[in-house]
Structures are given as structure tokens and as C-alpha cells.
């Protein structure tokens, strides 16, 4: 049938190979069209679960000003962005209810909304998902060489897109030049790259000497299913980049100020000396501490003021171990004893705060001491270890007891060391008595020591927690998903129970899901073929030591 005169016989029969050869490239499209339908679940439950993720930080960043003043003009932008970024959620949500409403044959004005629509296996959604021609008359039209430009089309959605970009550009810029509303340069660099993903933008593709547009590429002539899951995919976009936005703003005044990064729980007591028969009274609070410095950044200084200190006096330095100074001195005399100084502090800009302290104390009968092993504070779920010890007292002579937050002591083997766990949080009290000929009698009132459930755990992918990004090279190692409490110092074992993998691979959204920490072949192939640019999102659920399950998502930029 290459060439030459062709009978009529000849001509029927080419026709119907024609028509036979269309007939089954429309079946496999209908087949191939069902993954869709397992893409779009798993962009709805992407969406969720960073939608409810968003209030809980949005919460927590609004909670966080009565402590933090300085926190509140980054918040007043916070709620900017996400006004604008709700507008074009809803939005794209319109445009959605739209053109579905025509593809099922709905009269115009119909008000279906796009969050309301799931495609599944059966229904009139899903019997029209390979209609390729009525999401394009309605987005595109008819003339591609006039397309619609009005209400809900998708030049309309493009120039949204754009300027919903550029506002967030300018809005970082803004900050960046306003005192007060600052973002450390590597934070400020990283939004931008993110907010990024929000851009229209085109490949460039040229086919038959025609170069599609961001539009072409998106909507013309593809089939409804795979037009709604690049919606949908544009909803989980706006939802990230949200996300982003309310992470570097709510951390951008700690950032920026002096941020300390461990808690000590302290113990300071109201009298310091203690007659036989008066009872011993104590605050017990959550203190900061300071473990990541550098030569220089924190000097404390005995017998200067803050004045001669910045004049560049010295005093006599105090020994500093993990951001603690280390006050050590003899005590062969009793009687009331003082002391006074300074602490130097660099501060992130690189400048200078000086705190002043004075603080007196009497040699005598030494008080009791309890103190838990790690970080000095508990944790539900796991074992805490604890010390107890009373001076003077052989450590077989001592008798603990605890109550509160349902906790369990287990004496170890060590007289004096103990093994806490928890069944809820709240406050614990812990009374240290001494074992005598005259009985078991407390060695000072019961401690306070705060009870607090186990962090969040995130996933682990290829060795680091939630990464934002990773090169394609590092994720095609990935065999496994791990998850744990990022630097949490409880030796804590969480257990992947199942995850959920959505990426985009040779400019398909693949999705797979699978139970356990190892990967199964499609979700492997995901992370080995993810195209460069795009974002792989991991869902997992995570079973934590205290029994709860816990969720976590993430999404990674592949990196060349």
C-alpha cells in the first residue's frame, strides 16, 4: 500500500486496518488512563496531610508570640502569604469544577466544586476520563491560534500563576530590606528557589515547527484524567509552598536572635541553708543551653560589670563546657559566700550582649540531688535514666520513690541508679529518703521534673531527616525508609509501618505505596528514574516506642 494504484477492495481494506488500529490505541489509552486514578488519591491525601500539617505549624507560630515579640511581624507576613496562596487554591479548585462540570455535561453555571470530585473506578467522573477534546475547548478552545483568554481558562490560570509569583518574590525582597523582618541569606535564597515551583513556565518542546506553550503542555488535547491530576498537582504546589513559607518565617526571628539548643530542667532553691526541722522549698524549671560554639562566643567572666566588660576588662575567666560555665572553688571555710560577673555573648550579627549575675550561697549541710541522666528531662515511652544521691549517705542507704505521669522505677543493679519510664506526661514527683536504724525519712521535699511525650518522628531517606532536596545519584542508592526523632538523644526505636511515594519519572506522575521500611520495585524505580527539578513526596506511617502512630510527610527536590 506504499505506492501505485490501489483497487477499491484494497482501499476498504486499509481503511478498516486504519480503524481497527484506532480502536485499539483507544483501549490502551483507557487502561493507561486508570493509573491516573491512583495518582490523584494519593495527591488528595498529599494535599491533606500538608494542609493539616500547615494549621498545626500556623498554630503553633501564633501561640509562639507571647513569648517571642519579635516573632509578630513575621507572622502579620506569614498570614499574607497564605491569604494570597488560599486565593489561588481556591481558585485553581474553580477552574477544576469548571471544566469537569462540561466534560460530564453539565449546563454551564452548574457550581461543582473540584474538591468534591474523585475519580474512582465507576461513576460519571471516571466514564469521561479519556475525554481528550472538552477540557481543551474549555481551558484552550477551539483555535489554537487564538485561545480563550476569559474567566477559568488556562491563559487566566497561567497570568494568576505568575503574578501569585511575583507578589511572593516581592514580598521576600521587602523583608529583606525591612529591619525586623530579616531572613538569613541561605533561608532567603532556598525560599525563593521554592516559591519558584509556582512559576508557568514552558519546556520549549517544538514539534512540526510549532513551540507548545505552558497551556499546550498542560491541557491540549490530553485526556481529562491527566489534566486534573496536573491541577491537582498545582493545589499540592501552592500547599508546599505554603508549608515552606510558614517554616522560614516562624523560625526567622530564632534564627536571628540568640537561639539556645538544648533544655535543662533546674532546680533553685529559696534558701540555700537549711535549720533541722525547716522544710526545703525549690523552683524547678526548664532552662537553655548553649552546645554549638565556637572559640569566642561565650566568655563568663568573675568580678567585672557590664561596663568594664565592654571597655574590654577580663576579670578571672570561668571554665565553659557545652555552653555551661563551670563555677568551681573550695569550700574549707563555712559561712555566707558571693560572687558576681558578667557573660559575653556573640550574637548571630557578630556584635556583643553582656548579661550580668551575682549570686551568694552558704557553706553547709549539702542538699539533696536528683537528676535524670539524659538531658535532664523526661520522656513517655522510652526509659529515662536517673541518678539519686545524698551526701553523706551511702548510695545503699537510699530509698526513691516517684508518682505522678504514670510512672515506673526499676533500681538497676548500680546502688543509686534507677530506670524511669512513663505512661503519660505531665509533672512527676520524685521524694529521696535515707534508710536508718530509726526508719526510711525523706532527705528534703518531693522534686518536680516535667513529663513530656515523645517528638514527632520524620523520615529518613538516604541517611539524612526530611531532606528538602537530594542529588538523583544519592536517591537511586535508596532502598528503604527509615524514620526517628531528629536530634532527639533517647535511644527511641520507631518503625515504618507503610509509606506512600508519589514522583514525577520521565514526565509522569508514578505513585506507589507499600507496608514496611523496604521498598518495593515501583517505589524504588521513583526514586531511581525521579526526573531532575521535580519533587518525590514520601507519606509514611510510623509506629513510635510509646505505641502511637504517627504520620509524617516530606517532599524532596531531585538535584542534578
Known amino acids: 500500500m506504499a505506492g501505485g494504484k490501489e483497487t477499491p477492495r484494497q482501499k476498504m481494506i486499509g481503511l478498516m486496518y486504519l480503524v481497527l488500529t484506532a480502536m485499539l490505541a483507544l483501549n490502551v489509552s483507557k487502561a493507561v488512563l486508570k493509573g491516573y486514578v491512583s495518582v490523584n488519591d494519593s495527591l488528595e491525601k498529599t494535599k ?72 474512582k473506578y465507576t461513576g460519571m467522573w471516571y466514564e469521561k476520563i479519556d475525554d481528550y477534546d472538552m477540557p481543551t475547548q474549555i481551558l484552550i478552545g477551539v483555535d489554537e491560534h487564538n485561545p480563550k483568554t476569559g474567566k477559568l481558562s488556562a491563559a487566566e490560570l497561567k497570568s494568576k ?52 506553550t505552558w497551556e499546550m503542555e498542560m491541557i491540549d488535547h490530553m485526556p481529562m484524567g491527566a489534566v486534573f491530576v496536573s491541577m491537582n498537582n498545582i493545589q499540592a504546589n501552592i500547599k508546599n509552598v505554603e508549608a515552606e513559607i510558614l517554616q522560614q518565617f516562624s523560625a526567622a526571628s530564632g534564627k536571628l536572635s540568640i537561639k539556645p539548643d538544648r533544655l535543662l530542667a533546674s532546680v533553685v532553691a529559696e534558701s540555700k541553708y537549711i535549720s533541722s526541722g525547716q522544710p526545703y522549698k525549690a523552683n524547678i524549671f526548664l532552662s537553655a543551653g548553649f552546645t554549638k560554639l565556637n572559640a569566642g562566643d561565650m566568655e563568663v567572666m568573675l568580678g567585672v560589670d557590664s561596663l568594664s566588660a565592654t571597655k574590654g576588662s577580663k576579670g578571672t575567666a570561668v571554665n565553659v563546657v557545652n555552653g555551661v560555665g563551670v563555677y568551681e572553688v573550695g569550700t574549707n571555710a563555712t559561712g555566707d559566700m558571693k560572687y558576681n560577673g558578667v557573660i559575653k555573648f556573640r550574637k548571630p550579627d557578630g556584635s556583643f550582649e553582656y548579661y550580668p549575675f551575682s549570686a551568694d550561697y552558704k557553706v553547709a549541710k549539702s542538699a539533696v540531688a ?44 548500680e546502688p543509686g541508679k534507677y530506670d524511669f519510664t512513663f505512661t503519660g506526661t505531665g509533672e512527676c514527683l520524685i521524694t529521696v529518703s535515707k534508710k536508718g536504724p530509726d526508719g526510711v525519712k525523706p532527705q528534703g521535699p518531693p522534686q518536680k521534673f516535667r513529663v513530656k511525650p515523645l517528638p514527632k518522628p520524620e523520615a529518613k531517606i538516604g541517611g539524612k ?25 533517647f535511644q527511641a526505636n520507631y518503625i515504618v509501618q507503610s509509606y506512600d511515594l508519589v514522583g514525577k519519572v520521565k514526565g509522569k506522575l508514578m505513585t506507589a505505596q507499600g507496608n514496611g521500611a523496604n521498598l518495593a520495585p515501583d517505589a524504588i524505580n521513583i526514586f531511581k528514574g525521579a526526573d531532575v527539578g521535580t519533587k518525590i513526596y514520601v507519606d509514611i506511617k510510623v509506629k513510635g516506642p510509646d ?14
Open 48 to 119: 491533606k496531610n500538608i494542609t493539616e500539617n500547615n494549621k498545626l505549624i500556623s498554630a503553633a507560630f501564633k501561640a509562639s508570640l507571647a513569648g517571642n515579640p519579635k516573632a509578630a511581624p513575621y507572622y502579620h507576613e506569614a498570614e499574607l502569604a497564605q491569604k494570597d496562596l488560599e486565593e489561588m487554591f481556591k481558585y485553581v479548585d474553580d477552574v477544576k469544577g469548571n471544566f469537569m462540570g462540561a466534560v460530564v455535561g453539565l449546563p454551564d453555571g452548574n457550581g461543582v466544586k473540584g474538591d468534591t470530585i474523585n475519580l
Open 161 to 212: 500563576l505568575e503574578a501569585l509569583h511575583t507578589k511572593l518574590i516581592a514580598q521576600l525582597d521587602r523583608m529583606q530590606k525591612t529591619d525586623g523582618l530579616h531572613l538569613l541569606q541561605p533561608d532567603y535564597e532556598s525560599l525563593k528557589k521554592k516559591i519558584d515551583v509556582l512559576k508557568p513556565v514552558a519546556s520549549g518542546y517544538v514539534e512540526d515547527g510549532k513551540t507548545f
Open 547 to 560: 505505641g502511637i502512630t504517627y504520620s509524617s510527610t516530606c517532599g524532596i527536590k531531585v538535584l542534578k
Open 370 to 413: 536528683v537528676s535524670a541522666d539524659q538531658m535532664n528531662v523526661f520522656y513517655r515511652g522510652v526509659v529515662n535514666p536517673v541518678s539519686a544521691g545524698v551526701a553523706g549517705v551511702s548510695p545503699n542507704d537510699i530509698v526513691i520513690s516517684a508518682s505522678g505521669a504514670g510512672v515506673k522505677v526499676v533500681p538497676k543493679s
Open 465 to 489: 531527616f526530611a531532606p528538602a532536596e537530594m542529588k538523583k545519584g544519592d536517591l537511586s542508592t535508596v532502598g528503604a525508609i527509615g524514620a526517628g526523632a531528629n536530634g532527639f538523644d
